[in-house]
C-alpha cells in the first residue's frame, strides 16, 4: 500500500493508485468511484490540443451526501454542515428536510425547459484550491460573447460502456465553449453541475483547479470532458 502524500505522486503513479484501490473495492464489493477530466483547445484550423488530463481528485460534499441520502431513502437534515446528509444548490439553497424524496434529484445534463447553459461543464477564473464543502464555482465564466465570456455549446454525450481491462463502467460527456469576447479568457476551475428535475436544482458535484490556468485566445474552443466511472 502507497503512503506518500498525492502532492509529490505523479499522474502516473496515481493511475496505478487508482488501479489498486479499484481491485480491493472488487474484493470487499464495495462501489470506487472515479472522474477523469480532460482539458483541451481547439484552434480555428480544428487542431486539438490537450491541456491536461487527470484523475479527478475533488468531489464535493454533494455528491457523497447524493448517494447516502438515496441509500438512506429520506433526509431529515436541513443544515449544511459535517455529518449533515443535505445537499447544497449552486445558488446556495440548503437541500435537506423539504419533503421531497432523494430519487427525485435525478442528475441529468439534457437539455429541457431549463436550459442547459446553466448546468453541465462549467469553467471559472477563480484559482483557489477545492474545499469538500465547495457547492458552486469560486467565480463562473458567464455564457455570452462580452468581455470575460465564454460561450457555452451543449453538453453531448459521448459513450458509455465496461472497460473489461480496467474492470469499471464509463460514461464520457463533453461540452465545447468557444472564446468570441474579442480577448484571450484564462480559466482555472472547471467543474460538473446536474441538475434535478423536480423541484429543479443545480448541484454541483465536482469543481477542479488548474492553479497554472488555461489561457483561451480569442478564436479558440475550450473543450472539456469528464469520464464517470465506478
Known amino acids: 500500500m502507497r503512503h506518500e502524500a498525492l502532492a509529490d505522486m505523479t499522474e502516473k503513479e496515481i493511475d496505478a493508485l487508482y488501479d489498486e484501490l479499484r481491485g480491493i473495492a ?4 464495495i462501489p470506487q468511484l472515479e ?3 480532460t482539458v483541451s ?17 475533488s468531489f464535493t460534499r454533494n455528491l457523497y451526501s ?13 443544515t449544511w454542515a459535517d455529518g449533515k446528509l443535505t445537499l447544497r444548490d449552486t445558488a446556495g439553497a440548503i437541500i435537506g428536510n423539504t419533503g421531497v424524496a432523494p430519487y427525485v434529484h435525478v442528475s441529468n445534463m439534457e437539455a ?11 469553467a ?11 457547492y458552486q464555482l469560486g467565480t463562473e465564466i458567464a455564457n455570452g460573447t462580452g468581455a470575460g465570456q465564454l460561450s457555452r455549446g451543449a ?7 465496461w472497460n473489461a481491462g480496467g474492470s469499471y463502467f464509463y460514461s464520457i460527456w463533453d461540452r465545447n465553449l468557444t472564446n468570441n469576447s474579442g480577448a484571450e479568457v484564462t480559466a482555472y476551475e472547471f467543474c460538473t453541475q446536474w441538475r434535478s428535475r423536480t423541484p429543479i436544482y443545480i448541484i454541483m458535484w465536482s469543481r477542479d483547479v488548474e492553479a497554472a490556468g488555461v489561457a483561451i485566445p480569442n478564436g479558440d474552443i ?9
Open 26 to 29: 472488487r474484493e470487499l464489493h
Open 222 to 230: 475550450l473543450s472539456l470532458q469528464y469520464e464517470h466511472r465506478i
Open 124 to 134: 471559472g477564473s477563480d484559482n483557489t484550491a477545492e474545499a469538500f464543502g465547495d
Open 35 to 37: 472522474a477523469v477530466i
Open 66 to 78: 447524493h448517494h447516502a441520502w438515496r441509500l438512506s431513502v429520506y433526509s431529515q437534515e436541513n
Open 112 to 122: 429541457g425547459t431549463y436550459s442547459f447553459k446553466y448546468y453541465g461543464h462549467i
Open 41 to 57: 483547445l481547439i484552434k480555428p484550423d480544428g487542431e486539438k490540443i490537450e491541456q491536461f488530463s487527470r484523475h479527478s481528485r
Open 155 to 161: 453538453c453531448t454525450f459521448q459513450s458509455k460502456g
